[in-house]
């Protein structure tokens, strides 16, 4: 079975690198109280990740290749793609000062596990040996994964991949995950994908700069969170920046929240509370034809005043 890469709606290399998508979802202002993911490792399973880019360099703490890209070289994880890159800048990439352009989690560390190809294909075998991966791993100083992002799906249900995810879940690893491009528009009708039909994970839908439900954005009952997924720039192959939209961009602003609130958590020195409340505290409500369909609302992770 093929994984069903989630290929962006629109494609443009930008010379400008500002990220209106930032102070959309309210990143700053964790960012001034000194929460920026530090210590927290984001898994991200899709085409490798440059991490040869400027904007992305010490973020990359490990990676393995499942694919047979590079004759097969476990180690060499490079992404030969870049969507995988795209969405690694969006949740980690470093302040870029020039530009005042930031990932939302800008001191988190990344973990790039390469289950596409470079024509972004790769069969759903890779990505449940990823998942077992993420949740085995552990760093060159003990580090484990905090968060896994999944900006892909496939179009059925897949019993094996559905194990994956609830030894994810039981070991309080969250997954993050894309709803899928295939909208019509229509609030009032499903379109869904695998893993983010599945309970156990965190389901992302797309959303405009103006907070509606963006187009493409598959809709269903199982959507947890809405986050910017229109015209988002980031990185891109040969320290470049381009930009995309598609639930694929969604999903690591998502991924990128969790990395903060985790940490906040950590600095409280409190007993963390489940997570995913957590992120639906960290919401705004939104304007929706079907409200079966809006989840937690849009993520924002600013004061909540409304």
């Known amino acids: 079975m093929n994984i069903v890469e989630l290929y962006p709606i629109h494609t443009t ?22 929460v920026t993911g ?3 490792v984001v898994a991200i399973i899709d085409t490798g990740v440059d991490e040869s880019h400027p904007y992305l ?16 070289n476990i180690g060499h994880f490079q ?34 596990l390469k289950v596409l190809d470079s024509s972004g294909a790769g069969s759903v075998d890779f990505l449940i040996e990823a998942i077992y991966y993420a949740l085995d791993w552990r760093g060159p100083g003990g580090e484990r994964v905090n968060v896994i992002n999944l900006s892909l799906g496939v ?3 897949d019993p094996l991949l559905h194990e994956a995810v609830k030894e994810a879940f039981h070991a309080n690893i969250p997954i993050v995950t894309a709803a899928g491009n295939y909208g019509d528009g229509n609030h009032h009708s499903h379109e869904f994908l695998y893993p983010g039909a599945y309970k156990e994970v965190i389901q992302v839908g797309a959303m405009t700069a103006i907070g509606e439900v963006a187009r493409f954005s598959n809709t269903n009952e199982e ?5 910017p997924g229109v015209a988002i720039q980031s990185t891109h192959l040969k320290g470049k920046y381009i930009t995309l939209s598609g639930t694929s961009m969604a ?9 903060l609130l985790i940490e906040e958590q950590m600095q409280m020195k409190a007993k963390p509370s489940p997570i995913f409340k957590s992120l639906c505290r960290h919401t705004k409500p939104m304007v929706i034809e079907n409200e079966n369909i809006s989840g937690c609302g849009a993520l924002y992770l600013g004061p909540q005043e409304f």
């Open 13 to 34: 290399e930008h010379s400008e690198r500002f990220s209106p998508n930032i102070v959309q979802i309210g990143a700053h202002h964790k960012w001034r109280k000194g």
């Open 38 to 40: 530090k210590n927290i």
């Open 57 to 72: 360099s010490g973020r990359v703490i490990g990676g393995y290749n499942f694919t047979e890209d590079y004759n097969g």
């Open 79 to 112: 992404d030969n793609n870049g969507h995988g890159t795209h969405v690694a800048g969006i949740i980690a990439g470093r302040f870029h000062t020039e530009h005042a352009v930031s990932g939302v989690a800008p001191d988190a560390r990344l973990l790039a």
């Open 155 to 157: 179009k059925n249900d």
């Open 223 to 227: 959507i947890d969170i809405y986050a």
């Open 251 to 259: 999903t690591p602003h998502v991924s990128g929240a969790l990395a």
